[in-house]
């Protein structure tokens, strides 16, 4: 069975290339069958995997794969190798099965409009490049899946390019992930030329045996894997990227943030979490920048106007979340908040998507309201996901991934008494936000006429996700509810148990009533200010520091204004005064000397046949006074 | 019979082909270039007779033989290609056949 590992990533690679060659010859029907057949099939090995991962351990706790020797260089000698275990097992199952239910999904929404091929070829291509990265067993390959997915991200961005828009969104976020990317790429280099091995089993191996812990190559190596991570992730300070990514088709915005791409830095440091823990003043600031990322976003979240725009700055909040509990050594926790994460952010930009269809490319939430009777199953669905994106108590998925990272936060070993507050204070902010949008767009009175209603395959994306949003969180639940360690076990073979010894039950419990309590503040707040009392949040925001606020949080602290002013106005400037740039001096200057030697000589070939007589002469002259003389 | 100094027999050789040089620049007609250049080939023969008395050997006027002969050819070949040139251009004037300059 593991021997059909390598199809995982073949079969939508195979779709990439099918349809990239003869997409525009297929009908619409073949487009979506190969684009999400061979997704599907991909998901179904990958789920069969699992069974059997879970059914018979194999031998070490994973299975390599070896296709064949890709560079073989002096001492590098990377190898095209698939590694199967825990922690790459639950980012396959999850990529493809959400990948497989967003292309269906998208099966039926991209129906209208042209470029259907180009669409289904990219987004397999961006699977396919996924699912390298999450199975390769080096940091080479790895490296490859990473700059597909980047380069997916870029053409699917900009999708519908005619609009000079999007192509700018795609430019920024293809720039702005390669800042990431170059440190990432150098941090590869570092980890060679010290360690001599790119394989991730060795590099661990060795990173332990050769580097103290605290040792600066650890702390360079470690803090330039971060800096790639934090590109691909939007954290702080690379996130600028995100809230223009929703530029792109809302498929691929659900893909970007739920199954692929934005997960990709939390998967490189839970992969190379050896290295973090050698770099103590690192992993610190793994857990720093995801306190700030989660608070910024969650507060910029609460004003935006685009419903796509609230759901771009709620991913960079969870993903927030899941650097806090990487840099607190909560592993597991990180990886478990992705896997919730993944079901319940993908449902509701599939619901966003067909709000916004129904409604003819309506993205401001202020214009929709009242959709709860005319969409009712998107309505149920979308609340669903809210409320397992806001944590609330007991039935969500979100809740007992969410509540594993703050518990980690207080009782764990790396945690803080700030690092919980963010997290506290950020689980308020989420309730607020998510809420805020389903009641603006759900309810209050609205009379938007519904023009596209969603169909079979649109209703079912929903509803599988809708499930999984909130069933998967009962894979672990903790010791005061239930103490479901279903998650945890499977993966301590992967990750270092993030398992605190209990400080005392009494002492959790009452951290969950607190967070819960927290959450359901947080409902009544949103309830009060934007469906009961609209008059009151209008007497805030109304006022003049009211309304800078607004401002200020709307354009996301103003962190484009910064990079504005202080990378891209100076360099543009550079540019415009050395147009014509300096260093081509001596090569235009030979150029010219060759041109004007060409004109020189081009004027003595007048075609007179006397001045050519004249010309052998003086040159015979000159010959023999050379002869004679010298 | 006393014999031409080698001096003065060079000097009209060297005046000789000074003319044909002359004649070959300043001329525009193709056939008083032809000319020019028949004059230049018998200043070299007439130097290398010179030389070949000078000497008392008979290679200088083997030499203009050679020359002689090889002037009928140049000749010959010259008046064919001035033929086509008039049959051309209707002219004798070898600037009019400027048409080719680079």
Not at chain 1, 33 to 55: E, R
Not at chain 1, 235 to 247: E, H, I, R, S
Not at chain 1, 578 to 593: C, K, S, T, V
Not at chain 2, 80 to 98: E, M, P, Y
Request: charged share 10%; net charge positive; proline share 3%.
């Amino acid at each position: 069975m593991y021997g059909f590992l390598w199809l995982i990533p073949a079969l939508p690679l195979v779709g990439f290339v099918i349809l990239g060659l003869f997409g525009r010859r297929f009908s619409r029907f073949i487009v979506a069958l190969v684009g999400v057949g061979l997704v599907g099939v991909s998901a179904l090995l990958s789920i069969l995997t699992a069974f059997q991962f879970m059914s018979s351990p194999p031998q070490q706790s994973s299975v390599t794969q070896s296709l064949w020797t890709w560079v073989n260089s002096g001492g590098f000698r990377p190898s095209v190798a698939f590694r199967l275990d825990a922690l790459s097992l639950v980012f396959v199952v999850v990529v493809t099965f959400v990948g497989f239910v967003i292309h269906l999904y998208s099966s039926e929404f991209m129906a209208e409009g042209e470029g259907y091929s180009r669409f289904f070829a990219t987004m397999n291509l961006f699977v396919s490049s996924m699912l390298i990265l999450v199975l390769a067993d080096n940091l080479f390959l790895f490296y490859l899946g990473w700059e597909g997915v980047g380069l997916c991200s870029y053409l699917l961005i900009g999708f519908w390019y005619k609009d000079a828009a999007n192509g700018r969104a795609a430019q920024k976020a293809f720039i702005v992930t390669r800042v990431g990317d170059t440190a990432l790429a150098v941090g590869l280099f570092l980890l060679f030329s010290h360690l001599g091995t790119l394989n991730f089993q060795d590099l661990m191996h060795q990173a332990v045996t050769r580097w103290p812990v605290g040792s600066s190559l650890a702390v360079a190596s470690a803090a330039l894997l971060l800096g790639g991570a934090v590109g691909k992730s939007a954290q702080l300070p690379l996130q600028t990227w995100l809230p223009d990514a929703m530029a792109g088709p809302t498929p691929v915005s659900a893909l970007i943030h739920a199954a692929t791409m934005v997960t990709a830095g939390v998967y490189l440091v839970a992969r190379t979490h050896v290295l973090f823990e050698l770099a103590p003043s690192v992993q610190l600031a793994v857990a720093a920048i995801g306190a700030l990322t989660l608070l910024i976003s969650g507060f910029s979240a609460l004003v935006q106007v685009d419903i796509k725009r609230v759901l771009a700055y709620s991913t960079m909040s969870q993903v927030g979340y899941m650097f806090l509990a990487l840099g607190i050594g909560a592993w597991s926790a990180a990886v478990f908040h992705f896997l919730t994460h993944a079901f319940f952010k993908a449902l509701l930009f599939l619901g966003a998507g067909v709000v916004i269809i129904a409604l003819r490319e309506e993205h401001n939430m202020f214009k929709m309201g009242g959709l709860r009777k005319q969409l009712p199953l998107v309505f149920w669905t979308f609340v669903i996901g809210s409320a397992s994106l806001s944590a609330l108590p007991l039935v969500t998925a979100g809740f007992y991934s969410k509540e594993w990272i703050l518990r980690s936060a207080w009782t764990g070993p790396k945690g803080n008494f700030w690092l919980l507050s963010a997290g506290l204070v950020g689980a308020f902010l989420t309730v607020i936000y998510t809420f805020r949008m389903v009641f603006i767009t759900f309810f209050g009175e609205g009379s938007r006429l519904i023009e596209r209603r969603p169909g079979t395959r649109l209703k079912v994306a929903l509803i599988v996700l809708a499930i999984f949003s909130i069933v998967v969180g009962f894979l672990q639940t903790p010791r005061s509810l239930g103490n479901i360690p279903i998650f945890a076990n499977f993966l301590r073979s992967a990750l270092p148990s993030s398992d605190v010894p209990p400080r005392g039950g009494a002492d959790e419990f009452m951290l969950e009533v607190f967070s819960s309590a927290i959450v359901l503040l947080g409902l009544y707040v949103a309830y009060i200010l934007f469906l009961k009392k609209p008059r009151l949040r209008e007497s805030i925001t109304q006022t003049k520091l009211g309304q800078t606020g607004v401002q200020f949080l709307f354009s996301g602290w103003g962190f484009d204004w910064i990079y504005d002013r202080l990378l891209i106005r100076p360099l543009a400037w550079l540019a415009r005064i050395n147009r014509e740039d300096f260093l081509d001096l001596p090569y235009l200057g030979i150029a010219e000397i060759s041109r004007a030697l060409n004109t020189g000589l081009g004027r003595t070939q007048s075609g007179r046949l006397r001045w050519y007589a004249a010309i052998v002469v003086i040159g015979a002259i000159i010959t023999l006074t050379v002869v004679v003389f010298l | 019979m006393t014999s031409i100094p080698l001096e003065s027999g060079l000097i009209i050789a060297g005046i000789l082909f000074a003319v044909g040089l002359i004649g070959v620049l300043a001329r525009r007609n193709f056939l008083f270039i032809l000319m020019s250049i028949e004059i230049m080939l018998n200043a070299a023969g007439l130097a290398f007779v010179v030389a070949g008395a000078r000497w008392g050997r008979a290679d200088g006027q083997v030499m203009f033989i050679f020359i002689l002969a090889m002037a009928a050819v140049e000749v010959s070949v010259g008046l064919a290609l001035i033929l086509r040139f008039v049959h051309h251009f209707k002219t004798l004037d070898s600037d009019q056949g400027n048409t080719m300059k680079g």
